[in-house]
Each structure stands twice: as C-alpha cells, then as structure tokens.
C-alpha cells in the first residue's frame, strides 16, 4: 500500500496541529494581546472554547501533557474556582459578542474533577456564554468513569468522548505505566452509551516499548469489538530530555522507524477493511460520523485537538497552559499553576506566551492545513515557492506529489509522508532545534 523511505521520514517533524507551531511561541506577547484579540471577535461569530483540567488520578510514562497528580481535593477545588473565575473574565471581554459552537475539555484527565464540580463549570459556562445549542465533547480517562460520571455526562449534554486507550496488551501497559483491564474499557465505553454519547473516539498507539505487529493487531480488533465511532492512531513520540517522566520507559525496546511504519500501515489497513474512512494522516472514522462527513465534502479543519470538522477560526483557551487561536495570534496562558492562580486571582489575564501571525503565516497555515486536511494546496503568494519546489523535489521523484502549476497534489501514497511534505512549507524548521515527534 505504502512505499518506505527513509531518508523522507529521517527529520522529526511537527504534528501541526497549529502554525507557526508552540516551539516558536515567546514571552514579548501577553495580556494586552488577549484583550486586542477578544475585542476584534464579531458578534455573531461562531467560536469554540477548550478548558483545560491539568490532573490525572495517575500520571502515565509516556504522556506529553500538562497534568499533575490530583493527589489533593483542596487543589484540585481551588484550580476549579480560578477556572470559572477565568470564565467569567473571558465572557466579560467578548461582552455577549460570539456564539460558541463547540465546548471541549481536555487535559489531563477531566474527570479527575468530581461531577459535581464538573457541573457547576458547565453550568458557570452556560451563563456566561451564548452557547445553547453547543456540541460539548470530553477527553477521558476511562478508569474511574463510573455511572455518577456518566449521568454527569448525561446531564451536561455531552455527546462527544475520547478515551485514552492506548494498547491492550498488558505487558505494554506495565511498560508505560497505564494499567487499564479491557473489561475497564468496555463497561466505560457501555456507560457513554447509556448517557447517550454519539460519537466515541479511541486513542490508540504504536511504536510502544516491546510492542510487535501481533500486539497491535490483537489490540485494534478488541477495540473494533466495542465499534467506536472514532479513532486516532499515533506513533508515541519519545523525547525523555523534554519529558522527563519518560525516563522510567526502556528506550531499548522501542520499536525502530522501519516498523513503526510498517505499524501505521497495519492500522490503516486493518481499520479501512473494517470500514471506518481514513480522515487525515492519523484520524479514522464511521462513515456517519461527522468527522467523515466534513472530510468528503472537504470541511475538515486542524485545531490543537488534531483533526476536527469544527469550523471556528477562533478558540479561546480556558485554564493553565491553555492555548487560544485568533487569526492573527496564537496566545497561552501561564503554564504555571501557582502563577495562573495568580494572575486569574487578581482578576486578570493569564495570557504568558504566544505569537502574533502576520499575513505571511496566515497564509503558510492555510496552505499547511489544506495539504493535511485535503491533500491538495494552491500555493501561490509565497515569495520562496521556487526554494519550497526545490526541497519537494525528492518527494516529487518517489511520484509522491504532483504540481498543476502552483497547485500541489498529494498521490494516496503520500499519506504517511504528508506532515514532512507540510514541514518544507515551514520557515521555522531550518534555524529550529527543537526535537519534534517521529515523522510516521
């Protein structure tokens, strides 16, 4: 199906979910950024919001996210009391301007938080935002979802959940640090259906420690068995000097390039055999779902939760570390939690990090995200097309891509390859030194 080559795949790349990405962000933006952007949101505009819960009950090896250990219930409550002051700051800017179209929450886990908590976040939610007719989705973590979390989902109108699976096998489990029983999984994934969720989505990985082709294979058909909705497929990204929780994995049995490739391959076979279309590099969906849907009639859009039929160019990012995007800026708020308390307790911003987008990025991301949503771009207006045209040209000899003048079209072949074709389009990676995750 796929062709290997390695000298393509040999430069860690990107995941792009946004552009330019968060290895650029600096500190010369800040508050003042956030107000301008808020104020520019027109009234009717559609806009999503994320709120980010930084806690796990158990903090896995392998994970990249912000989180902590909600190891402490007076924590936790007052992170849940800054997050809904932050609310309240956010809608008092946009003054009743925006109508919010997508409510997603993220972290961490979010149901570290106790239901009633949860609650009374979507509650504060609601009465600070035009949002009544908001799909509300939920990444989660599926140990400890019992059934008060799911008549919370229930309550809340959730139609929407992620769950962090990752593999089945359990001695890959006990080498990252998840031990999660498939009969875990399963009465979760009973209890979403209870609480009406539409569409479930199962995060799943390969080029895990001591993980063969057999492991995979065995875990993608038990998760075919629950049939849900979604799923995403990544390759674990292993980079311990900038997570250093990753230390405690065996580097020595990580699976090389060559088969994590062969890896990635097997996935899109076996799921495209079960019938889910392929959305993206990395996304697989039911055909029904809308993620599918926005895929055919080519809507499919990149956000910070990776591939998304959301239409919203404007995300407003709610908690520590969160990110907000605007079409001329990218804003984070305060990683720190101690500073977020801070800043949020004094009745301002959290805003710390991020980048203003001139005409120029704009225009890369549109290109950057047509190439990995639609596997095409019209690429004129850039003034080093030539240069671009030049480091395209090995993919151009593998008979991986093809122009019609300046229009670039990717060959199905190139689906493994798409986010190294995306990264030539991107200025930062030649002065970069930043380690980004394998190409495949």
């Keep these: 199906m796929w062709t290997y080559h390695p000298e393509l795949l040999a430069t860690p790349v990107p995941r792009y979910t946004s552009f330019p990405t968060a290895a650029e962000f600096g500190d010369d933006v800040g508050p ?7 104020a520019r949101v027109r009234e009717d505009e559609p806009i999503s919001l994320y709120l980010h819960v930084p806690y796990c009950h158990e903090i896995c090896w392998y994970c990249g996210c912000n989180t902590g250990a909600a190891n402490r ?3 936790v409550a007052a992170y849940v009391q800054r997050l809904g002051e932050e609310i309240d700051l956010i809608a008092r800017r946009l003054d009743g301007r925006g109508k919010v179209a997508r409510i997603a929450w993220g972290g961490g886990s979010p149901n570290a938080l106790a239901p009633s908590q949860f609650d009374a976040l979507m509650h504060r939610v609601r009465a600070a935002f035009a949002c009544s007719e908001a799909t509300v989705s939920v990444e989660l973590d599926p140990r400890g979802f019992d059934w008060g979390w799911a008549d919370c989902f229930g309550r809340n109108k959730v139609t929407r959940a992620s769950l962090g699976v990752q593999t089945f096998a359990p001695h890959i489990q006990r080498a990252i640090g998840r031990i999660q029983p498939t009969e875990e999984i399963a009465c979760t994934v009973g209890r979403l259906r209870a609480a009406r969720v539409e569409s479930i989505n199962f995060d799943l990985m390969y080029g895990l420690p001591g993980q063969f082709a057999e492991d995979l294979d065995e875990t993608l058909r038990i998760a075919l068995s629950m049939r849900p909705e979604r799923f995403a497929v990544f390759g674990y990204a292993h980079v311990p000097h900038l997570l250093p929780r990753q230390r405690r994995i065996d580097a020595t049995r990580l699976p090389g390039a060559a088969i994590r490739f062969a890896m990635a391959q097997q996935a899109h076979r076996l799921l495209r055999g079960a019938g889910y279309d392929a959305i993206g590099f990395d996304h697989f969906a039911m055909p029904h779902d809308a993620i599918a849907r926005a895929a055919r009639s080519k809507a499919l859009r990149r956000n910070f939760q990776g591939f998304t039929e959301d239409p919203s160019d404007v995300l407003i990012g709610l908690g520590a570390s969160s990110i907000s995007a605007f ?11 101690g500073r977020y308390h801070l800043r949020i307790g004094n009745g301002q911003l959290a805003t710390a990090r991020g980048i203003r987008r001139g005409a120029s990025d704009r225009r890369r991301g ?10 095409e771009a019209e690429c004129t207006g850039l003034p080093d097309l030539a240069d671009i045209r030049e480091r395209l040209a090995p993919f151009e000899e593998y008979g991986l891509i093809a122009w019609a003048g300046t229009r670039l079209l990717l060959d199905r072949g190139a689906l493994p390859y798409a986010r190294s074709i995306a ?18």
């Design 73 to 75: 219930t007076s924590r």
């Design 32 to 38: 003042a950024d956030m107000e301008h952007a808020l």
């Design 327 to 337: 079409p001329g800026a990218l804003l984070q708020n305060e990683k720190n939690a």
């Design 366 to 375: 549109a290109i950057i995200e047509a190439l990995l949503c639609r596997n």
């Design 423 to 440: 990264a030539t389009f991107d200025p930062w990676r030649a002065a970069s030194t930043t380690r980004f995750s394998s190409a495949v």
